[in-house]
């Protein structure tokens, strides 16, 4: 890992079709994310998912990026027919203050869905002109099925400039998994099966674009909540989200950053629990851990991407403090964050 490239010197567009920056490191925003005031939250409350999620996005765009018609098309085709629950996600009582939110009712049945129903329009409108793209993926399950659904709902335009071909591992994914994925076979979308004992080289699911869109549901279950006079506005929430690659985790402290009263992000793990012993610990320790295969390959993962970004988060954005870091970890496979950076 590298040096975080930070958005702002850069276009919109740059960032969603280069996804990693040209040094390995990971994009940001420059300064943040825009805070909204409790007055706005109240407005979009009374908006359905979709129109919640473009004022929550016209916030994190440019409109010289993506325009407001532009975006509100994009975002209504996302999430206009392609989720079985009209709210898309739904938040359901447990018990007490217990609630969980549905992300399982889109096309592929993956909580992906709900980014890769928008990211892949992001990306057909950020292409340069005149210019094909490739996309390779590299999934353990859910997020192969996910990109090729969402690549393949693509404009015929685009259909002609952009291709996805979706590498998964023959013996690691459930059935229904494989059928959804195999099912991709024609057109710009496809899928091929890898033996383990083969090497691959892609990048990760850290494309900037794929990111925003959670921002929006992390936001949307405290909306929620103010709608049916749960809660009034300020009583902190908090979120726990089954943690692997560390992108959820991170949209829910960019909704933090907005201005949605988060009190505590808990990160759930199974027996990979890389994370949850750094989130105690501060410790970020690779040696002589073996990757444990599990029924929830999303999390199955020891060596999380957007552990960069949490560090940028919690070091206050000191870039230098975090290219230490990275060098660490990229030579010794271990850091441990010092007594000046607080992570909980």
Known sequence: MKVNRIVGQDFFSDVVIEGLAPDGGLYIPKKGFSKLEPTEWLRISSMPYAMRAVAILENCIHPMDVSPVELSTMVHRAYGQNFANQSVVPLKHLTD???????????????????LQLMPQLFAHCLPQMCNYLILVATSGDTGSAVLNGFQKLKESDHERTGV???????????????????FQ???????????????????????????????????????????CTLTFGDPIDVCIPTGNFGNTMSALYAKQMGIPIRKVICASNHNCIISDFIASGEYDLHNRKLLVSNSPAIDILNSSNLERFIHHVSGGDGSLLLNYCDILQLHNKILLGDNITIY
């Not at 203050?97 to 980014?115: C, M, N, R, V, W």
């Not at 071909?165 to 099912?183: A, C, D, R």
């Open 97 to 115: 203050h217990q609630y969980i939110l549905e992300l399982f009712h889109g096309p592929t049945a993956s909580f992906k869905d709900l980014a």
């Open 165 to 183: 071909l979706v590498f998964f591992p023959e013996k690691g994914v459930s059935e229904i998994q494989k059928l959804q994925m195999t099912g």
């Open 186 to 228: 024609e057109g710009n979308a496809k899928s091929i099966t890898v033996e383990y004992a083969t090497v691959l080289s892609t990048a990760n699911s850290i494309n900037w674009a794929r990111l925003l869109p959670r921002v929006v549901y992390h936001c949307s279950v405290y909306i929620d909540l103010l709608r049916n």
